[in-house]
């Protein structure tokens, strides 16, 4: 079963440009989470898709930050402008429907942004 | 709000140590609750996870973690430390949406 990916895997890019993420889950996955880990920190949920449809989008910076999934399957999360602060791994997750309402989330590898 | 709240930061120990890491999350209902590591350059993988039933539960490579509710404990365990186990352990619980909140992570690192 091939894992979530994610690209690109580092991005480096000046304060105030834009840039985009891509995620592609694993197949078959309902939900997609975007996550955001600055480092020394835990991951901090973004957004939470549920197929094409937000779900929770409550920490998500929305004058800058950005997130779609159209088709229910790949996600783009972009970022415009930059900020110093917006420095950080952006890691997509992916879960199934499973039972209990709780389901296992598995992770990409991450694209790790630096902002100068 | 839910929260999740890891005492060691930077751990350091020999091989064959015992370890203990420590998780204190605070949320008033049901909880689900997760330890998950990072080895380095790797994504981060399920160690295990609490639902319900047997508070003391099991997962990968020896790791055990044991939920105590009158605490609101969900402590990391391991008799017996490889220098393999060097990772960032983060622990998380989630919400009914299914949301994880994580601590701030723990650093370990096994000296050979």
């Known amino acids: 079963e091939a894992g979530v990916a994610q690209s690109p895997r580092y991005k480096i890019i000046e304060k105030r440009q834009s840039v985009a993420f891509w995620c592609n889950p694993i197949?078959?996955?309902?939900?997609l989470y975007w996550y955001q880990q600055i480092l020394g920190q835990g991951p901090k949920l973004l957004i939470q898709f549920q197929n094409n449809g937000v779900v929770d989008d409550s920490q998500l910076p929305k004058d800058r930050f950005s997130a779609e999934r159209l088709k229910g399957v790949d996600s783009t999360l972009k970022i415009q402008p930059a900020k110093l602060e917006d420095s950080a791994v952006y890691l997509c997750a992916s879960s199934s429907m499973g039972g209990q309402g709780v389901h296992e989330q598995y992770f990409g590898p991450g694209t790790r942004l630096t902002v100068t | 709000a839910q929260s999740v709240s890891q005492h060691n930061h930077h751990v350091i120990l020999s091989e064959a140590a015992s370890l203990e890491l420590g998780c204190n999350y605070s949320y008033g209902g049901t909880v689900n609750l997760f330890w998950y590591v990072q080895y380095p350059g790797q994504h981060l993988q399920l160690l295990l996870k609490y639902f319900s039933g047997d508070p003391l539960v099991k997962g990968i490579k020896g790791f055990e973690a044991e939920f105590i509710k009158s605490k609101f404990s969900f402590n990391l365990r391991k008799p017996s430390v490889q220098w393999s186990d060097t990772a960032e352990y983060f622990c998380?619980?989630?919400?009914?949406?299914?949301?994880?909140?994580f601590g701030q992570g723990t650093t370990l690192q096994v000296k050979p």
């Open positions: 197949s078959g996955h309902a939900t």
């Open positions: 998380a619980v989630t919400s009914s949406t299914g949301k994880l909140i």
